[in-house]
């Protein structure tokens, strides 16, 4: 499927409209023939042949014709840009549905800034395809086959030889489209280039305030500035070695005719009139040979950002998504047989190794171990996030894989390691998971999070708007509001990932109490590095390179004087600052 | 304090384009006058060239035909065609030096903005959604580039050529050329007309397409949220909204933008139409043919010209309401900047003193209360106190991330408001809450502390907060590449890179806020050697919750209430019996066994 074919799908729902744009575009240009032929009539009968009273009428033929002309012009340009709009409305619609099908395998090797250039950027490259630069080749078309019938009935010999020229219009136009296309996808993606860096300088502007390196970003910036320019300047490097070519001969049709139909002339094979005429009607093949290599330009760019959203479109997410539309309530026994995970390209290095246990409704699991032991990837898998390598992971006894995905993450409530909050009031964060909860329900989610406090403090309460990501709120209260969001959701399976991290100890302990006493029981997944967040726990499952090396409960664990222990007794020398090294 | 903006809500406007709007865009114009000079010359040149034409299809009709004279008619085609390809030369150059001073102006602002937004405080980076900021440096520069390239060379040669015309209007009858005139009254009403809606239309559109690059930005980067809460649904309603206000917001801005150009064809047509009836019917004036048809000729002459214009004023029309966006963020005041007369800090031993520090970010809260402390160059400060009571502040206000309401900070005694920004905070080291990391590899991503740092420094760097190991297990080693934020990596890696980054920016004060909370018990162990080596020699401040990091400060302060509630080590606040030590013991017990 080429990209003209590829975007007519989202075209075509528009076809009524692009029908009647049609007609109008059609009697829009018939209608430039018009006064002209009035103009003529004016000379020849009113001003030679002295029919006065065929001026008024002819006149107001004109201005009849002129303001016909321009509506029927003006509504097929504004049919034009719907159908573009409504295109572009959809394009965006299914990229956007898109980006939530992709799975992190995609967001971990796709800048950020080159999403947002597809979305935006080449999205309106396409619109501009769309609603003007369809109708101007269709303009283009129409112009030169009426200009050619035209002609052909004033002198078919010089039709001909001026029509013997057009093929070498055609063979510039393509060679010019093979010589544009790869500078058009070089812009496009040195665009993508600037836009991500300039989104990451905005990222991280407290970093980089931090290190003070402003010069830095800006000579980085000022790369990608002048690469941008000088790949537009590449392109513009090909337009002028081939736009004077079609410009000229396009302009050497004058000439031929001036000078071939001259000599029919003197030959008498034509009249000097007809030759008048004959001139009169070149602008109307002149026109389209002139625009054709900027027409080129536009579609290069349409195509080179055609490429750049069909990838998108076309990919695969590893874990599909399907929808159905029972409702499902999932019980919350979940159970890990054999489960081996690699990530697909680094199959030599296994994340997590033959990892088995299980979980009772309601048991609380807590995973300690260290950085990069496996522990998010783990219930990264209940999630679905990832699939098991090989192994499976059965919630309520059935395979993970065997549900519809959204509906089981509707089940699952995953508080991250990043706090990611959005820019929007605190009610809204809370209340993201179940759009339109109450108040009140909002409120007794915080304070089981031990967030109502804080919250009320703060200038508007509830309604305050936290900044992108929630900066201006300390790691402790994003992860507070973070946790109450989770909970919001009263979901079957809560996971906690270094959840209270921020927090002191104090505060993760009055949140434990509260998590105890929750009417619904939940099945928690906690993953802490302190001993203090686990020890209450069902299960601990300590992971090491991703194996489960140990496992039981805390009283179990530290009987057996092995890994846990060590850990344990670890924390309690760190805390009482008894470590050597560490006493002044 | 301004509330802070989302992503479906349109942001005020604070500036209003006017006539100065203009000279500043002049501004940018002003260094590449003389290419444009050149430029037009070149225009000027192919017009006439242009002209050419039209005249040697004269001397065919009106001599060479008749003559019968077939050689004179070969030498005014090689002619015809000589002035070809000085036309095409023109275009050549045209066509490139065009897009190079057009490409160039862009730079120019893109780089005057992107320059002025690494001034800006954290506060306005906070107070809107990141997409927003994007779409100005980025997306609303690039709308103007047609403007500042085709567009402004053809409106200079347009302007040439109509007032070249209206001499020759003149010069054949002035009574025509007024009647010609007489309609622009109706085309400058029309004008005003369509300026005042479309204005108004392309400010609701820049506002749309600034919220759908918020929400798509905000779509993207919390996308891994958004799924693992299963609000696709949602989602994709609000942005159906934000799409569909979009949309309706372009049909709108274009529907008065279209109206331009069918109100100029009809004046332009009627016009010719009045000059025929009086020209014909002689009314008020008396014209020969001859000069009626040549006078009608000139007429098309200008209004082309003037139709172009009108297109250009309509497109200058829309890039208003674009460059508004962009002047009001080069206008938006830099809140921290060097003081005029700012001198460089001198190499410091990294002594800081806060004296009667008031801070607040509204009128009316203040943050800190006249906070009073000295700490010597060396010692280790730990901060601690409930979330909100100031400790994040205090940090802030001594890397002059804000400024101090009352009092002043001091370090080396020198007041952090008279040195440059440059020169105090390129000798303080400040690991932040959130550990950035820029896509890239891991060895650029530690060399952000020091640029000129070699590879073995860097390694070292990792070695002494025990980064390396892991770094050593990744794929490609310290090649291994991370994208934006380093979403493959876990929390705690992260925070180990960014500790070895601040290493080994080499700072004489170091500030650690929550810098240490996802790191494990086993690195935490091997860590607290290497910061102990760290800290030497060193003025360090710790936010942090674990209490082994706090027992081992020199100082530990402990903030409530805006103020430095009690201070002193380990010992002495636990003799003293105050809140430090409850919150010790609060704490000290959740960890022991039953």
Not at chain 1, 48 to 68: F, N, Q, R, Y
Not at chain 1, 313 to 323: G, H, M
Not at chain 1, 343 to 359: G, K, R, W, Y
Not at chain 2, 296 to 311: D, E, H
Request: net charge negative; charged share 20%; proline share 2%.
């Amino acid at each position: 499927m080429n990209n003209f074919q590829w975007i007519w799908q989202y075209v075509v729902k528009n076809r009524y409209k692009l029908i009647i744009a049609m007609i109008f575009f059609l009697i829009s240009t018939a209608l430039i023939l018009v006064n002209p032929y009035v103009m003529g009539q004016i000379v020849d009968r009113v001003i030679d042949g002295h029919e006065d009273s065929l001026l008024v009428p002819l006149l107001l033929v004109m201005i009849g014709v002129t303001v016909a002309r321009t509506i029927t012009r003006y509504i097929y340009q504004i049919l034009f840009e719907q159908t573009g709009q409504n295109s572009l409305f959809d394009l965006r619609m299914d990229m956007y549905d898109k980006l939530h099908e992709l799975d992190f395998d995609f967001f971990n090797h796709n800048r950020v800034g080159d999403i947002m250039t597809r979305m935006t950027g080449d999205t309106d490259a396409i619109r501009h395809f769309i609603s003007w630069v369809s109708y101007q080749v269709l303009e283009c078309v129409f112009y030169f086959i009426v200009s050619i019938l035209i002609m052909l009935t004033i002198s078919w010999q010089l039709t001909l030889a001026l029509v013997a020229v057009t093929p070498i219009i055609f063979w510039l136009t393509q060679a010019m489209a093979k010589a544009q296309h790869p500078m058009f996808f070089a812009i496009r993606q040195s665009f993508s280039r600037l836009n991500s860096m300039v989104e990451e300088n905005i990222s991280g502007n407290r970093i980089v305030k931090a290190f003070v390196r402003e010069d830095f970003e800006i000579s980085k910036f000022n790369e990608h500035n002048d690469d941008y320019k000088q790949r537009n300047l590449a392109a513009a490097n090909v337009s002028k070695t081939y736009l004077p070519w079609q410009d000229g001969i396009a302009n050497s049709l004058n000439v031929i005719a001036l000078i071939f139909g001259g000599y029919l002339v003197i030959q008498n094979k034509m009249t000097l009139g007809d030759l008048v005429v004959f001139n009169g009607y070149l602008w109307m093949l002149n026109q389209p040979m002139r625009m054709s290599g900027w027409l080129i330009n536009d579609i290069e760019r349409f195509s080179a950002s055609c490429v750049k959203i069909r990838q998108m479109l076309a990919t695969k997410p590893e874990i599909e998504v399907e929808t159905t539309e029972e409702p499902l309530r999932i019980k919350g026994d979940v159970t890990f047989k054999n489960v081996t995970f690699h990530f697909q390209d680094d199959p030599e290095h296994n994340i997590l190794t033959d990892v088995s246990f299980s979980a009772k409704a309601g048991q609380t699991i807590g995973i300690i171990g260290e950085t990069g032991s496996g522990k998010t990837t783990l219930i990264n898998l209940i999630s679905r996030f990832y699939d098991p390598s090989s192994g499976q992971v059965l919630i309520d006894g059935q395979d993970v894989r065997q549900y519809p995905i959204r509906q089981l993450r509707d089940n699952i409530s995953m508080v991250m390691q990043d706090v990611f909050l959005f820019s929007n009031s605190i009610t809204e964060n809370i209340s993201f998971g179940r759009p339109n909860l109450d108040t009140g329900y909002i409120q007794s989610v915080a304070r089981v999070a031990d967030a109502d406090g804080f919250i009320e403090r703060m200038p508007e309460g509830y309604e305050t708007i936290v900044g992108e990501r929630g900066v201006g709120l300390s790691g402790g209260q994003k992860q507070r509001i973070s946790l109450a969001r989770a909970l919001a959701k009263d979901p079957a399976i809560l996971m906690l990932d270094d959840t209270t991290s921020a927090v002191d100890m104090e505060t993760e302990t009055k949140i434990q109490h509260e998590l105890a006493g929750l009417t619904t029981k939940k099945t928690t997944f906690i993953i802490a590095n302190r001993i203090s967040s686990v020890r209450d726990a069902d299960l601990i499952l300590l992971l090491e390179k991703g194996r489960i090396v140990e496992a039981g409960k805390h009283e179990v664990l530290m009987q057996q004087q092995g890994r846990y222990y060590d850990v344990f007794q670890k924390q309690l020398g760190l805390e009482k600052g008894e470590q050597i090294g560490q006493t002044k | 304090m301004v509330k802070r903006n989302k992503s479906n809500v349109d942001e005020a406007q604070v500036e209003q384009f006017n006539w100065h709007g203009y000279v500043r865009l002049a501004q940018y114009i002003k260094p590449y006058l003389k290419k444009i000079y050149i430029i037009l010359s070149v225009i000027v040149l192919a017009n006439i060239a242009g002209m050419l034409g039209p005249y040697f299809t004269k001397v065919v009709i009106d001599e060479v035909i008749p003559n019968r004279n077939i050689s004179q008619l070969l030498l005014i085609g090689g002619l015809y065609t000589i002035s070809l390809f000085l036309m095409g030369w023109c275009i050549r150059y045209r066509i490139y030096h065009i897009t190079e001073v057009g490409q160039d102006m862009l730079k120019d602002m893109r780089l005057d903005i992107f320059q002025h937004l690494q001034k800006l405080s954290f506060s306005y980076f906070d107070n809107r959604p990141h997409g927003k900021i994007l779409i100005r440096v980025v997306n609303y520069i690039n709308t103007l580039s047609d403007l500042l390239s085709d567009g402004l060379v053809n409106l200079i040669s347009d302007v040439f050529n109509v007032l070249i015309t209206l001499v020759f209007m003149f010069a054949i009858n002035s009574r025509l050329t007024w009647y010609s005139l007489s309609l622009i009254p109706i085309l400058v009403i029309l004008v005003l007309y369509v300026q005042k809606r479309q204005r108004k239309a392309y400010q609701i559109l820049s506002n749309k397409q600034s919220n759908l690059n918020a929400y798509i930005h905000e779509s993207i980067t919390g996308i891994k949220v958004t799924q693992s809460f299963a609000r696709e649904d949602e989602n994709f309603r609000i942005f159906n909204a934000i799409n569909t206000e979009n949309s309706q917001s372009w049909m709108h801005a274009v529907k008065i933008q279209f109206l331009l150009w069918p109100g100029v064809q009809n004046i332009a047509v009627i016009t010719t139409c009045l000059i025929y009836f009086v020209g014909i019917r002689q009314i008020g004036v008396n014209v020969s043919t001859g000069t009626l048809i040549a006078f009608i000729g000139y007429i098309n002459n200008f209004w082309n010209p003037v139709i172009n214009i009108g297109n250009f004023y309509n497109s200058l029309i829309t890039a208003t309401a674009y460059l508004e966006r962009i002047f009001e963020t080069l206008d938006e005041p830099v809140e921290i900047e060097d003081a005029p007369d700012a001198q460089e800090l001198p190499a410091i031993v990294g002594d800081v003193f806060f004296n009667n520090v008031t801070f607040r970010y509204e009128p009316g809260k203040d943050i800190l209360k006249k906070v009073n402390f000295k700490v010597q160059a060396g010692q280790s400060i730990a901060l601690v106190g409930p979330t909100g009571a100031g400790k994040t502040t205090v940090i802030n206000l001594l890397s002059r991330f804000y400024d101090v309401n009352e009092g002043a900070v001091l370090i080396d005694g020198h007041d952090v408001r008279d040195v440059t920004l440059a020169s105090l905070r390129r000798q303080m080291g400040v690991m932040l809450q959130d550990s950035f990391i820029f896509s890239g590899t891991i060895l650029d991503n530690i060399r952000y502390g020091k640029l000129d740092a070699t590879e073995a420094e860097i390694v070292a760097a990792a070695q002494v907060v025990h980064a390396d190991d892991f770094i050593r297990h990744l794929k490609d080693g310290y090649q291994t590449q991370v994208e934006e934020r380093g979403n493959t990596l876990s929390a705690g890696q992260r925070q180990l890179i960014a500790f070895a980054r601040v290493l080994l920016a080499d700072p004489k004060i170091l500030i650690l806020d929550e810098a240490t909370s996802s790191i494990d018990t086993e690195t935490e162990e091997l860590l607290q050697a290497g910061l102990h080596a760290l800290l030497k020699n060193r003025t360090s401040f710790i936010v942090a919750h674990r209490l082994s990091t706090i027992k081992n400060s020199d100082q530990i302060f402990y903030v409530n209430g805006g103020q430095i509630a009690e201070h002193g080590n380990h010992q002495e606040l636990m003799q003293t019996r105050g809140q430090y030590y409850h919150l010790y013991q609060s704490q000290y017990a959740m960890l022991k066994i039953d």
